[in-house]
């Protein structure tokens, strides 16, 4: 896969995303930068445009804050209009996109500060994220997650975490309403039915993708342990503010997940 320009979805924790020394490391510099807003049938959408340059090769990033937080007040999770989100990558020509999820975690061996990929989710919650109000048309999401960048990735992120070949690194995640977190008995439901981090956004966003034929991956951050599973303390509350720093410390692999795929 030799991706020319990808599409970045970024949560709450990435509103401070800078590139610093990261794009250095992979041989790369910032030559263009630009901050857009772009029309589409289901609303505006804001556009941070990066042209990266490596040698006489030119690459193309598009980040979009998933929460539209560009000098506004943030959008709750239940309240995005994810359509007019992919709708922007899609039409602003990105091949790929390359989903960033703060999450909830469920399982022991998904402890927070980890990092890892989604190759399944559960949505139960009734919500219809779909481009297709019109007309009787049904897209297959067996396997909604691209398998290519799902490949690639993994390996990135078990380089830049010390991981060897047998830590698991894919995991279902679980759609929830938003925008409270989750009683201890949710959890618990969501752990016997199969789910094992919880977030409140981005299956949403990957159907859409799969209705346009767009490649889209997620890479996870387990930015807290899920209601009721912390260690030594079955009712610690969960703060919106401690889990985007959890997410904002682990930025490292994240990004080199994107410029892996610019440059591979």
């Not at 896969?1 to 490391?25: C, P, S």
């Not at 009734?126 to 398998?147: E, I, K, N, W, Y």
């Not at 830049?160 to 698991?168: G, I, K, L, S």
Request: hydrophobic letters at 40%.
């Amino acid at each position: 896969m030799n991706m020319q320009r990808l599409g970045v979805i970024g949560g709450t924790g990435l509103i401070d995303m800078t590139l610093g020394e990261q794009l250095g490391a992979h041989g790369l510099s910032l030559t263009q930068r630009d901050d857009v807003t772009v029309e589409t049938p289901y609303g505006e959408v804001p556009l941070t445009c990066m042209e990266l340059s490596k040698g006489e090769e030119k690459k193309q990033l598009i980040f979009l804050q998933r929460h539209h937080n560009h000098g506004a007040p943030s959008r709750p999770p239940h309240m995005i209009e994810h359509r007019a989100n992919i709708r922007a990558l899609f039409d602003a020509g990105c091949e790929g996109v390359m989903a960033v999820c703060s999450v909830g975690a469920i399982p022991e061996d998904f402890p927070p500060g980890k990092v890892a990929l989604a190759d399944q989710y559960i949505d139960f919650t009734g919500h219809q994220s779909t481009f297709h109000d019109d007309a009787a048309l049904f897209t297959s999401v067996t396997d909604p997650f691209d398998s290519e960048l799902n490949a690639a990735l993994e390996t990135v992120l078990r380089t830049a975490q010390d991981f060897d070949a047998n830590e698991r690194m894919r995991y279902t995640y679980w759609l929830a309403q938003g925008p409270h977190f989750e009683t201890k008995a949710e959890i618990d439901a969501i752990d016997t039915l199969g789910g094992h981090m919880v977030g409140m956004t981005m299956p949403r966003e990957v159907k859409l993708a799969r209705e346009l034929n767009l490649p889209y991956a997620a890479v996870c951050i387990s930015s807290n342990w899920a209601a009721g599973r912390e260690p030594g303390n079955a009712s610690q509350d969960l703060d919106h503010h401690s889990v985007s720093s959890q997410a904002n410390r682990r930025l490292a692999p994240v990004w080199a997940c994107m410029l892996h795929l610019l440059t591979m």
